[in-house]
């Protein structure tokens, strides 16, 4: 069970501010949880499993943790922006991105189906850059910032059945490198983490 929070974390407008995308389950709940017990306050994002969501939030806030739901497809430039516009008006600021948000499917390659495909790589790829960018766009002003993206040993070596999700996550590897290089010099961290075999409703 989590222990209680730190009091120099108490006061919660003192609190840094993170936002865990695909915070609704597994790897990301764990993430949010985490996170929350370090002294942030935390936004879980989620897309469609709102009561998943609301059930993160539950045990954040059973363990003395605060935080609050951002509903966002990040297939959507538009509520990927509003989503960061919404933390900013409630925090302030981010200092903290937490790009978690995923999805697979299970297909070998000669027989993917293309929207499969695509689906894939605009949630899991185009999807980190949309939060990426619309995040930075909030730390350079504030003088700095972190973005952790979370990355997978599939896109280092491939797996079998799985070709656009490792083909995905291969991508986010030159992703995080460059915004590294480009970002490194504004004072905004990017790095990536790459858990190993997890089970969650993914696996």
Not at 61 to 86: F, T
Not at 169 to 189: C, D, F, Q, S, Y
């Amino acid at each position: 069970m989590m222990s209680a929070f730190p009091p120099a974390a108490q006061d919660v407008r003192e609190r840094r501010t993170v936002l865990v995308t695909g915070g609704s389950g597994g790897i990301g709940r764990a993430l949010c949880l985490a996170f929350a017990h370090a002294g942030y306050w935390v936004g879980v994002h989620y897309f469609r499993q709102r009561p998943a969501a609301e059930q993160t939030l539950a045990l954040l806030s059973q363990a003395g943790g605060q935080g609050a739901l951002y509903q966002a497809d990040v297939r959507s430039s538009h509520e990927v922006q509003a989503m960061l516009d919404a933390i900013r008006a409630q925090r302030g600021r981010l200092d903290t991105l937490l790009c978690n948000a995923g999805i697979a499917s299970k297909h070998l390659v000669v027989n993917c189906p293309e929207e499969a495909w695509q689906q894939i790589i605009d949630t899991n790829l185009t999807g980190t850059y949309r939060c990426m960018t619309a995040a930075v766009n909030d730390m350079m002003p504030q003088g700095g910032g972190s973005i952790v993206v979370i990355g997978s040993f599939a896109g280092l070596q491939g797996t079998n059945g799985q070709a656009a999700y490792a083909a995905s996550k291969a991508g986010l590897i030159g992703l995080v490198k460059t915004a590294a290089r480009e970002w490194g010099p504004l004072n905004i961290r990017v790095n990536m983490v790459c858990p190993g075999w997890q089970q969650t409703r993914m696996a």
